[in-house]
């Protein structure tokens, strides 16, 4: 009898833990600050932890009323029970549920990616999310580990024809990040073209209807508080994020080269959305499952196409895990020594970068 998928993870998941505790060391070693500080302290981090302790009621000074719908409620929630149902203060809770959530995303992107292309592959899959330019942020108390599971257990319950689950999940993505709308679609795509069958199956059916659920809620849900059906859209353009097609990205890109002397954040996120582009044209070519094609591009299209945060694309695109199957396979082919002299020196490079990001750059990653 085959070892369930937990047990074929294990090696993935303690590389996985062994790349990111590597990747923490040189931000660690390099300041007096406290580790629930710096990963628990700062930026998006104390937005959720506000919203955690006191609600979504209050205004900001620039950003005006409403202006803490901007984030979706799903990981606040989960502060606030944590902190209620254990003696953890708020922070603690916060950077211990996104710890928790980094390995089971860690876990969903070996199922997915073993699923798909073999347990090499998944092991090699699961170490490049670990070695990624902004995986700091999947140690951070930050919502990217979270959605991250819930996208990518959605995509394999698909995979799988879990569709009541792959629905649910989601759901729940849709009500942690902005791009679960991105999940609700890959599943929903897959939805519609397992519905072509007769008769008609009904939970294909049920997954379809659950998908968007989530986040058509929290928008609906801030349309009412606001007082108007965009309100939602409105709060996120006070805060400089609304859509223009990838005006603001080519823009800020073309400026990059233009300058002469480049910051090391904004080069790697420019390197980054460079290689994610090529990286969907290449999974679209080798014929990877659609529904990782949909979410993938759809993260890909949403990153780009969105104005503002322009140093903070790299992290959005953290979550279209899949854009690393092609490498992982070929990395997954090579020999061991290739492998390891590969992921090692990345694993390396990800940790100084992330120390940069956390101490140098001077803002959010």
Do not use: N
């Not at 900001?60 to 901007?70: I, K, S, T």
């Not at 390995?103 to 899959?125: D, I, N, S």
């Not at 910051?263 to 659609?290: F, H, K, M, Y």
């Amino acid at each position: 009898m085959p070892h369930p998928v937990r047990l074929r993870a294990r090696p993935a998941l303690l590389a996985y833990a062994a790349v990111r505790t590597l990747g923490l060391a040189p931000a660690l070693a390099r300041t007096d600050r406290s580790a629930l500080d710096l990963l628990a302290g700062r930026w998006d981090s104390a937005w959720y932890l506000l919203i955690a302790e006191q609600g979504y009621a209050g205004s900001c000074p620039a950003q005006g009323e409403l202006c803490r719908y901007a984030f979706f409620p799903l990981y606040p929630v989960l502060i606030r029970t944590a902190a209620a149902l254990t003696p953890l203060p708020a922070p603690w809770a916060a950077l211990l549920l996104s710890l928790t959530a980094s390995g089971a995303a860690a876990w969903g992107v070996y199922a997915v990616a073993e699923r798909c292309a073999g347990r090499r592959t998944a092991f090699v899959a699961t170490v490049l999310w670990g070695v990624l330019p902004h995986a700091v942020v999947e140690s951070m108390a930050y919502t990217e580990s979270l959605f991250t599971a819930l996208a990518a257990w959605a995509l394999y319950a698909v995979l799988t024809g879990r569709w009541p689950a792959a629905g649910a999940l989601a759901c729940l993505a849709g009500l942690t990040r902005p791009t679960g709308i991105a999940v609700a679609a890959a599943v929903g795509v897959s939805a519609l073209l397992a519905l072509r069958a007769r008769p008609l199956p009904r939970r294909p059916a049920l997954a379809l209807a659950l998908a968007p659920l989530g986040w058509l809620g929290w928008v609906a849900w801030t349309g009412v508080r606001a007082g108007r059906w965009d309100g939602y859209f409105l709060v996120q353009r006070r805060w400089g994020s609304f859509v223009d097609g990838g005006a603001y990205t080519w823009d800020r890109l073309g400026r990059l080269f233009a300058r002469p002397e480049t910051p090391l954040s904004a080069a790697a996120v420019a390197a980054v959305l460079a290689g994610a582009a090529v990286l969907l044209v290449v999974c679209v070519l080798q014929r990877w499952p659609l529904p990782l094609l949909v979410h993938s591009g759809l993260t890909l299209l949403i990153t780009v196409g969105g104005a503002g945060y322009f140093h903070s694309k790299g992290r959005f695109l953290l979550p279209a895990f899949a854009l690393l199957l092609p490498v992982a396979a070929a990395l997954g082919r090579a020999r061991p020594g290739v492998r390891w002299a590969v992921l090692l020196p990345a694993a390396v490079v990800s940790g100084l970068f992330g120390g940069h990001l956390l101490l140098v750059a001077g803002h959010s990653p």
